[in-house]
């Protein structure tokens, strides 16, 4: 079949409702030809005649509890009649089941305190993200910080563990305007800062 094992097809003679399943293919509700038409369609035939929708797409389940996508299409002689129906049930388990695996592969849980991750190639680009970062964040302008800014500034960086990485000192100091030994000072000084806290 066109949509593989899980699908079936049937066509059913609505004239003999009792023994209406006149062709079949695939083998999903392990039903035979002549097996009588669903209670669902019966009772659509009940409520509406004639007048019964053409599509329903609509969900049920198998004897062994398989989920069951279900589509009936019904079908008319040349007075409008309702004669006949082609239902299209497909099973949807393992489709399911790979929902389900993709949304728990995909769910971040709570959302995160930390920023996007930035993902740089070389240490002069992860400098400027964080920098611009904590820049942009306070809204802070370097031409007009002074000592007390930048000191600020220096303590988040380090707060962000930023001075962790090889050559980050110089690219900050010069970023700031100031030299690495200077930079040097403000880090020693928060961290004294720091020990004072605890």
């Known amino acids: 079949m066109h949509f593989g094992i899980n699908c079936e097809v049937a066509l059913h003679d609505l004239r003999k409702p009792q023994s209406s399943l006149v062709a079949l293919a695939g083998q999903l509700t392990n039903r035979s030809l002549g097996a009588p038409i669903t ?15 053409e599509n329903y797409y609509y969900h049920s389940f198998t004897k062994e509890q398989r989920k069951v996508k279900a589509s009936t299409t019904f079908l008319r002689d040349s007075e409008g009649h309702v ?4 239902c299209i049930n497909y099973c949807i388990d393992m489709l399911c ?4 695996t993709l949304t728990s592969l995909i769910d971040f849980g709570p959302a995160p305190d930390n920023e996007d991750e930035h993902y740089g190639n070389n240490v002069s680009e992860l400098v400027a993200h964080i920098l611009e970062t904590v820049l942009g964040r306070g809204g802070v302008i370097l031409s007009q910080m002074d000592r007390n800014a930048k000191l600020r500034v220096v303590k988040e960086l380090e707060q962000r563990g930023l001075f962790l990485v090889k ?7 010069e970023r700031l305007g100031i030299s690495k030994y200077t930079l040097y000072t403000y880090i020693d000084e928060i961290k004294q800062e720091e020990q004072q806290i605890v």
Not at 39 to 53: F, I, K, P, R, S
Not at 83 to 86: L, Q, R
Not at 167 to 173: F, I, P, R, T, W
């Open 39 to 53: 209670n669902y369609v019966l009772n659509l035939l009940q409520q509406h005649g004639d007048n019964v929708e």
């Open 83 to 86: 004669i006949g129906c082609i």
């Open 97 to 100: 089941a790979a929902q389900e």
């Open 167 to 173: 050559g980050s000192v110089e690219l900050v100091a």
